[in-house]
């Protein structure tokens, strides 16, 4: 265990930043140079196993080829009585199963996108110089801000597959080496299987975690786990996140193939298709709200089949209630109302401003078509009692009146004459 204050080589101690598994991970700070890094040492229990410690500094080797914006960088390797370190650039962020620890909910689609294509980027570059990295998982990817943009970093390439020279692999030994909730089936099986397509399976389940934020495959144990990862027993991401773009989970589905062929062949392949996935794609769940929102023109459609039954035209809709009883009741409670003010009033109906409901119009009608004769005849009777007045009056003046009209007479023969003076 270091301390504050403690120097190793050129390196001054400032504080412990964390660590687990075989090593710790320190803050230093170049003694002449003034510099500021990160002091990766192997557990001191550990420094005496001589596998393990040339383990532990082929990972320094590995990286220190690996010069790509999105891998980090090893600068230098500290060997001391008791310790065995990796100097590397000092990184302010978090590592991305820390910030998916403290998500309230999946990241949105674009985020994901801009995270893992760095990912992705990096391992292409690896593949492309023989290195694959057997221990992909979001412990092993970091976050930080570079001038007010993420920048992605992959760590800890300690158990890695390289190729010699020759172009054979160089495995080490052991029948077994990864984190078994992100193992390849093949890795399981055999250290010696692995490829660039068990990369790729990690790298999946990883954006599975990543798209979802939840692990994808868990357990009671370790055997457990890895159980169902070589029968492929999972939830689907679509189950877990039902918000999850198509594009993705597809993506996620084909690098978690159980068999290697149906894989993406490659990092650029994988990135491939992460960038064919729509921003926006259609959903169904989307339709629903639109639907209930009717424009005035056309009807209100529910997802619900009884509903799509119902006719196309809104107008239909009053006809239910078309049998008005209160309207009726309104008419024959009209009837028995005073004639004298509807006579006065009849002939305004002959403009007919509004018009009202048939049954009325006939109920009023009825009435007002048979007061209107009694005065036609009382009318009649009044000019013929004028005429025959008249009359009676000029014979008895004698007719000196010349202003008396000249009325026509009735004669018996059935013609008519005027009255001479």
Known sequence: MLSPGNVVERYEVERELGGGGMARVYKVRHVALGSVHALKVLDPELVGNAELRARFLDEGRIQARLRHPNILVITDVVVAPGVAGLVMDYLEGESLDKYLASAKQPPGADEVRDIFRQVLAAMAFAHQHGVIHRDLKPSNIFLEQVHGRRVVRVLDFGIAKVSDAEGGPVAR?????????????????????????????????????????????QGESDAAIMEKIVRGEFVSPGVVHPGIEPGLRAAILRAMALEQERRFASCAEFSAALEEAPAAPPRAVTAAPRSQEPDGNEPTFVPMPAARAAPVNPAPAPVAERPRPAPAARVMEARPAPAAPIEKKAPKLAKKPTPPPQEEIEAEEAPRRGKPWRWVVLFALAGLAALFGSALIGTLTGGSSQSAPKAPVTRPGGSTGTRSR
């Open 173 to 217: 030994p052991g029948s077994r080496m990864g984190t078994p909730q992100y193992m390849s089936p093949e890795q399981i099986r055999s250290a010696e299987d692995v490829t660039v397509r068990s990369d790729i399976f990690s790298l999946g389940v990883t954006l599975y975690e990543l798209a979802t934020a939840q692990p994808c495959f």
